[in-house]
């Protein structure tokens, strides 16, 4: 199927940056969309920015003009820049994919999820 592998998190000081990035491989025909998700201790997972194929971004409201999603289209990558950190940006990331193979329908598929933690 489809493999996402997620790099670049840590622990890092309020104001500080970090850069996360997520390779997608596998039996992948084409791609529709790549997003990062976050989920804090006890809250609901998170839509923190969106790019779609050759078209707009979408950046949730509380990490804009902070996070910048970029992709890479031909490694099937995704990046996630992160400056201005906030203790509140504390989460695990989850890399998301919209996908299809050559037969079937688009999908989902998850990566397993990289740790951020900002300290005050």
């Known amino acids: 199927q489809v493999q996402l592998v997620e790099s670049g998190g840590g622990l890092v000081q309020a104001g500080g940056s970090l850069r996360l990035s997520c390779a997608a491989s596998?039996?992948?025909?084409?791609?529709?969309?790549m997003g990062w998700y976050r989920q804090a201790p006890g809250k609901q997972r998170e839509l923190v920015a969106v790019i779609t194929i050759g078209g707009p971004t979408n950046t949730a409201d509380s990490v804009k003009g902070r996070f910048t999603i970029t992709r890479d289209n031909a490694k099937n990558t995704m990046y996630l820049q992160m400056k201005n950190l906030e203790p509140e940006d504390t989460a695990i990331y989850y890399c998301?994919?919209?996908?299809?193979?050559?037969?079937?329908?688009?999908?989902?598929?998850w990566g397993q999820g990289t740790q951020v933690t900002v300290s005050s």
């Open positions: 998301n994919i919209n996908w299809k193979p050559v037969l079937g329908a688009f999908r989902d598929a």
């Open positions: 596998g039996n992948i025909f084409r791609i529709a969309s």
